[in-house]
């Protein structure tokens, strides 16, 4: 330890009071001592906090608390009325220097004795101050964590209803896998089944159902609005905009990445501690110098990790590994989108900023972070697949390809657009292609499957409640 800057941090503290606080529901703790002088504690409300610290000479006095859901608002008071003279610690860090009884004057305690090492040992000591947030990044970490809680309350409810409609009629193919707006669409077809019944047994299981689709709706309108707020912030803060260019990272992470750093990486040493605070790094055990490298860290930011970890199964997706399962990959591509993060982080404030995104595979980035690739596409393209093969049964038919041949093209004639496409399936007596995203083939299956239910013309045929369910959801 360097005894030189030691001495010279206790000649500069040693006229300063430290103060430990514990903040409560209703009590505030606080324990404040002075270097080579004695201590006190008192137990204040709220309102005797306040005029404690207006009553104290600012300059004379320093104050820590532990990491807690009202540590940043006092902090914020304080450093208003203090000059920037509050610290927030971590609370595991506050608990190991707790070394009385476990009350709040034991707390308070040992968060003075905390801000004590801090300031008067800080080349001995491995302590780091939590960020002071502001109201208006409070504000935003609400938005950023309620659209987590969002998404786990449409997820938990959409499985709930639709396992209550699997125990209700299993002959529908309902599955765990189908979005929020097709499982309110089956709701509403089981509802109108459930009407035609005329059983005065289904009034309150109608009521239930149209009550769970209720619920799920309302949670898709927060979501659009906390999505149309993550817009509001992309365009009011363009730095935003180069963290897109790494692949994997969408606009709900380069958002949630500012918002939670606040655009300032120059606190983290290097990438490497990035990806340590995002969780992206190896738990390590053992005694003996035999040291183990186990699974994943538990530790580290819980909201940047599950962003990022989405996006390390978007880039796993594209790049078409043959493990798709395997998180050994998804990890590696996550430790590799937190140290891009951290790279571009922290050159934001660099006039060459664009000049260090151009490296980056801006085509790529898009590919993985658009909507319609991943997962989503892959279910589209079987759907696609399995109405082509049957269009090719439907086709064995000469009443379905004559009824093809005939209504489709007449129910175009006036889209130009299209009569290229009809035409040649015309004329060469060929099958529209479904895997084709130009081609009509959405309103014409639909429209087709709707026919042969209706007129029952080919009695040959057997349309099973899967297939017109895939139509259905198109």
């Known amino acids: 330890m360097n005894t030189n800057s030691t001495q010279t941090s206790k000649s500069i503290y040693s006229e300063k009071y430290f103060c430990g606080i514990d903040l409560a529901s209703k009590v505030i703790q606080v324990s404040v001592t002075k270097p080579g002088e004695g201590s006190f504690d008192k137990a204040l409300s709220k309102d005797e906090f306040t005029k404690f610290i207006k009553a104290n000479n600012p300059e004379d006095y320093i104050y820590g608390m532990e990491a807690c859901g009202d540590s940043n608002y006092w902090a914020e008071l304080i450093n208003t009325l203090c000059n920037d003279k ?35 040992s800080p080349d001995a000591s491995t302590i780091h101050p939590c960020v002071i947030r502001d109201r208006q990044n409070r504000e935003d ?10 998404q786990s309350d449409i997820t938990r409810n959409v499985r709930r209803l639709i396992a209550f409609l699997k125990e209700q009629d299993a002959t529908l193919c309902y599955s765990y896998s189908m979005s929020p707006e097709s499982t309110i669409k089956a709701a509403t077809e089981y509802i109108k089944k459930l009407n035609k019944e005329e059983s005065q047994n289904n009034s309150f299981l109608i009521s239930d159902i149209q009550t769970q689709s209720a619920i799920i709706a309302m949670l898709l309108k927060r979501r659009s609005n906390i999505l ?40 983290f040493k290097n990438a490497r501690s990035f990806a340590a605070y995002t969780g992206f790094t190896p738990a390590h055990s053992g005694t003996g110098g035999k040291n183990k490298i186990a699974h994943m860290s538990n530790n580290g930011n819980p909201v940047l990790k599950t962003l990022i970890y989405e996006g390390a199964n978007a880039c796993t997706i594209l790049q078409k590994h043959k493990n798709k399962k395997d998180k050994r990959v998804k990890i590696s591509y996550g430790r590799q989108i937190a140290i891009d993060l951290w790279k571009i982080g922290i050159n934001l404030k660099n006039p060459d900023i664009k000049e260090i995104v151009s490296h980056y595979d801006a085509e790529l980035a898009f590919k993985i972070t658009e909507k319609n690739t991943s997962t989503k596409l892959c279910k589209f393209k ?9 269009f090719e049964r439907l086709s064995s038919t000469p009443a379905v390809t004559s009824w093809c041949q005939n209504n489709l093209l007449e129910q175009h004639k006036q889209d130009s657009t299209l009569s290229p496409y009809l035409a040649e399936f015309k004329n060469k007596n060929q099958l529209i292609d479904l895997s084709n995203p130009e081609g009509p083939f959405r309103r014409q299956s639909a429209t087709l499957v709707a026919y042969l239910v209706e007129h029952n013309e080919v009695q040959e045929l057997e349309i099973n409640d899967l297939e017109r369910l895939d139509f259905g959801e198109w």
């Open 382 to 390: 079987s759907k696609c697949n399995k109405a082509n093969k049957t």
């Open 86 to 120: 509050a610290f927030i610690f971590p609370a595991n860090k506050c608990r190991s220097y707790n070394h009385g009884c476990k009350d709040d004057r034991g707390d308070a305690r040992g968060v003075r004795d905390l801000l004590l090492t801090y300031f008067l």
């Open 228 to 267: 149309m707020g993550f817009l509001k912030y992309f365009e009011s803060h363009s730095e935003c905009q180069y963290f897109m260019a790494i692949p994997g990272v969408g606009l709900l992470l380069a958002v949630g990445t500012h918002i939670i750093t606040q655009g300032d990486f120059t606190r």
């Open 141 to 150: 970490m609400a938005l950023l964590k309620s659209y987590g809680d969002n």
